[in-house]
């Protein structure tokens, strides 16, 4: 397991609001990140529906927007491959 996939795993565990911001959308999370103060966030985005390309790209940019608009900025981004194939990307965003 990568190492970057598995501090995000181990982030995910150790802080429960956190690990609840994951399944939700990038706006969602977002506003949920906002309302708990969290100071820094870590969130799924899927690659795996429609295309990989402009499908990821538009749902990373539809994220940034999101938490730019509820005070953090990007500090972090991972892809996650599998067996060659793109799966998402773990974002972590920290509060201006």
């Known amino acids: 397991m990568p190492r970057t996939l598995l501090l995000a795993l181990l982030l995910a565990i150790a802080v429960p609001a956190h690990a609840g911001l994951f399944g939700k959308s990038p706006a969602q999370a977002a506003a949920d990140a906002q309302r708990e103060q969290l100071p820094a966030v870590t969130i799924w985005v899927d ?50």
């Not at 509820?70 to 981004?77: E, W």
Request: no cysteine.
């Open 47 to 96: 690659a795996t529906w429609g295309f990989r390309k402009s499908g990821a790209a538009n749902d990373l940019s539809a994220a940034h927007k999101a938490f730019y608009e509820a005070g953090y900025h990007v500090v972090d981004v991972q892809p996650y491959i599998e067996n060659g194939d793109l799966q998402g990307f773990f974002v972590t965003y920290e509060k201006k």
